[in-house]
């Protein structure tokens, strides 16, 4: 008995000390909602955290702090701030947030998404050189043909009438591609995304996007992770079969390489690290799967719902590229792009409204940080980046999708901000000029900013036009049923549409 009330009361008393510690606010501390003892703030997230954390900023200000769990963590949902910590103190915001599912899934750290350090230093400079070796023309023509694949397949159903889903083809497409350039492989345009060998890749890894995009407890209550041993279990044979796949193209790679000639992704960083780095090339592949495929499939997604539930939108989209391209077109190239204000605005304004990856991956503070407002940071503070809420609270008229906005955009900014703003914020140069209110380029950040920024978004950039310019000249998209198709996100690593079909009508 005298036992059990110990108990008890230790119980008890760690729940106040756990409550009283995390509601400890001092006069610098950013504000904060009263928090639970052992979650902290966790049943505040709801199903979409991002929306969440938007309306929590709009009370609590452009910081505030969270804790998950036990990780005391921070949210910025104000571009100044987010600026001041990711580009001019850049070096003390660059590492990531470490969790248990992470270090499975990254190999403990060697890729360069989760990687710290030196090793992330390291990382980036040897993928950063060899995305810029990769020829972009070679990139072009290589999204150019899986874009005519891509149409060719939509084709079919504008010719039966069937309703055509196109997650699975717009995952074939952005995996292609990835793949194409990371590896040299590709799923061939006679096959679905279930046949071949890129369909032994695809199950584990959607396995892995899974898991990582639902959240663990354990990750951030520390004694619960007992009970999320067998979940880890399974992410890391998801891992491991992605893996041996990978490590197989690997030496295939290393049996056939010819420095002189490299054919892939593969191919340079294997030149560059000497063939010494097995663990850290295949990691850093799995990473350029995770990033290219997922992110840009579902924005695809996302504008043809956008398409199918604004035919004015539409109408005006299509009337410009063929003021452009002519109706005699085959094939929108990259060519024409500048002349395609508006589906370049419609391109935007989707990665606005639906931002592919809306919390962005949490980093930490390396040290303690005041900010130039005042508000302090406490070392290994984690910083969670509402890339999503930046860019609903820093315009008018958020929650409309409207491409115009960026056609006034640019019509009304000079050469000089639109070279500032195309410079990926790498040097900390204007850091001390406030942004404003729909300054465009400076609140929509969907491939992050800073040195920690997205390696890839060129290739993002052109796969993302090529598909979306080419399905707009070859069909007219509506709904299946006259209703507006359901345009709530369903929230993960990165967030997706509800599965959903479109009706495709020939235009040509």
Not at 343 to 363: D, F, N, Q, W
Not at 442 to 447: G, I
Request: with cysteine; charged share 20%.
């Amino acid at each position: 008995m005298a036992i059990t009330l110990f108990l008890f009361y230790l119980i008890i008393g760690l729940l106040v000390y756990d409550f009283v510690r995390k509601n400890k606010i001092g006069k610098k501390d950013p504000r904060q909602p009263w928090a639970l003892p052992i979650l902290g703030h966790l049943h505040l997230f709801g199903t979409q955290p991002h929306r969440s954390f938007t309306e929590l900023a709009k009370k609590y200000g452009g910081i505030f702090t969270i804790w998950m769990g036990d990780e005391r963590s921070v949210v910025i949902t104000d571009p100044n701030i987010l600026r001041e910590l990711y580009v001019k103190n850049h070096s003390n915001f660059y590492n990531r947030a470490h969790t248990n599912s992470i270090k499975i899934y990254s190999g403990k750290y060697v890729d360069l998404s989760f990687s710290n350090d030196e090793i992330w230093k390291n990382n980036r400079r040897l993928v950063s050189a060899a995305l810029t070796k990769t020829k972009i023309l070679n990139v072009i023509n290589l999204v150019e043909q899986q874009a005519a694949f891509l149409i060719n397949s939509m084709n079919y159903y504008s010719k039966s009438g069937e309703a055509f889903y196109p997650h699975k083809y717009f995952n074939k497409y952005t995996m292609n591609i990835v793949t194409s350039i990371g590896f040299s492989k590709t799923i061939s345009e006679n096959e679905s995304v279930d046949e071949g060998p890129i369909s032994q890749l695809l199950v584990p890894f959607n396995n892995i996007l899974e898991d990582l995009g639902s959240g663990n407890l354990g990750d951030f209550v520390w004694y619960t992770r007992p009970f999320f041993y067998s979940r880890n279990k399974n992410l890391g044979k998801d891992v491991k079969k992605v893996y041996t796949f990978l490590e197989v193209l690997y030496n295939q790679h290393i049996e056939t390489l010819d420095e002189s000639n490299p054919r892939d992704l593969m191919d340079q960083l294997i030149i560059s690290t000497g063939g010494k780095q097995k663990d850290m090339v295949i990691h850093v592949s799995m990473d350029f799967i995770l990033a290219g495929s997922d992110t840009n499939g579902s924005t695809l997604e996302w504008f043809c719902i956008f398409l199918a539930n604004n035919p004015d939108f539409q109408k005006k989209a299509y009337e410009e590229l063929i003021s452009v391209v002519g109706k005699d077109c085959k094939a929108v190239t990259t060519k024409v792009r500048d002349n395609c204000p508006y589906i370049v605005g419609a391109i935007k304004e989707t990665l606005r409204v639906r931002t592919p990856a809306p919390l962005s991956l949490i980093r930490v503070a390396n040290e303690d940080f005041t900010t130039s407002e005042g508000v302090f940071i406490p070392k290994g503070t984690q910083i969670v980046p509402n890339i999503y809420g930046i860019a609903q609270n820093f315009v008018d008229d958020p929650s409309t999708f409207k491409p115009e906005r960026w056609v006034e955009y640019y019509k009304n900014k000079s050469p000089t901000r639109e070279t500032e703003a195309n410079s990926n914020d790498l040097k900390p140069t204007n850091t001390n000029e406030k942004i404003l209110p729909n300054d465009l380029d400076k609140v929509v950040l969907p491939f992050s900013i800073g040195a920690r920024n997205c390696p890839g978004n060129i290739i993002s950039e052109i796969n993302l036009f090529l598909a979306c310019s080419n399905i707009l000249l070859n069909f007219e998209i509506t709904t299946t049923n006259g209703k507006k198709i359901d345009e709530t996100e369903v929230f993960g690593l990165t967030i997706h549409p509800k599965d959903f079909s479109i009706k495709l009508t020939k235009r040509n």
